[in-house]
């Protein structure tokens, strides 16, 4: 079964780091990309970024170009949102998801479940 | 980059079609053809309902439509239903080589 599994909910304090992971299996991790959407609390859905775990070539959007990292470690099958200093306004749900394609979604996508980050002093 | 535009809510009676627009630009809707549809229930994990403006994936009713006039998509659901009532998004490639999502739109079954 192809399963996209996320790390649990995390709980910071602004200006700390956090990494956050999603864990692919059931597929060829290597060969398929993995995108990150925010959703802010009672907001919509934003774009955030997508990698390639084969050759780890990423591309941002503007919004979150510089904020956030992505990255991947195909030897465990895994990608990672990370941030250096932490904002209240980065409290979330963090959503990892599966594409074939880059340019758009396909038959075989698949969504992790979500990590909630709450941001808080 | 910004989102893309849908109303705000749209509504109707069971039975019914009602018909989302997600309007863009030329560097984003009306430049490419790959634009897709998640419909989002409160509390639960978005779902793939189109990609590439009009292809549904397997197991998807196919009361469900996609459709592009210039920077416009839109999403048809024909034969509404209670269990269509959740949020709809659209999202598009872009010039960039990004995507963005639309601003999101609640259907309510009335």
């Known amino acids: 079964e192809v399963q996209l599994v996320q790390s649990g909910a995390e709980v910071k304090k602004p200006g700390e780091s956090l990494k956050i992971s999603c864990k692919g299996s059931?597929?060829?991790?290597?060969?398929?990309?993995i995108a990150w959407v925010r959703q802010m609390p009672g907001k919509g859905l934003e774009w955030m970024g997508i990698?390639?775990?084969?050759?780890?070539?990423?591309r941002y959007s503007p919004s979150f170009q510089g904020q956030v990292t992505i990255s991947a470690d195909k030897s465990i099958s895994t990608a990672f949102l990370q941030w250096s200093s932490l904002k209240a306004s980065d409290t979330a749900m963090y959503y990892c998801?599966?594409?074939?394609?880059?340019?758009?979604?396909?038959?075989?996508?698949?969504w992790g479940q979500g990590t909630l980050v709450t941001v808080s002093s | 980059q910004s989102a893309l535009t849908q109303p705000a809510s749209v509504s109707g009676s069971p039975g019914q079609s009602i018909t989302i627009s997600c309007t863009g630009t030329?560097?984003?809707?009306?430049?490419?053809?790959?634009v897709s549809w998640y419909q989002q229930h409160p509390g639960k994990v978005p779902k793939l309902m189109i990609y590439?403006?009009?292809n549904r994936p397997s197991g998807v009713s196919n009361r469900f439509s996609g459709s592009k006039s210039g920077n416009t998509a839109s999403l048809t659901i024909s034969g509404l239903q209670a269990e269509d009532e959740a949020d709809y998004y659209c999202?598009?490639?872009?010039?960039?080589?990004?995507?963005?999502f639309g601003t999101g739109t609640k259907v309510t079954v009335l």
């Open positions: 059931g597929y060829n991790f290597t060969i398929y990309w």
């Open positions: 590439d403006v009009s």
């Open positions: 030329s560097s984003d809707v009306g430049g490419y053809n790959y």
């Open positions: 999202s598009s490639f872009t010039s960039s080589s990004t995507r963005v």
């Open positions: 990698i390639y775990p084969g050759d780890s070539g990423t």
């Open positions: 998801v599966k594409q074939l394609r880059y340019y758009d979604s396909s038959n075989s996508d698949c």
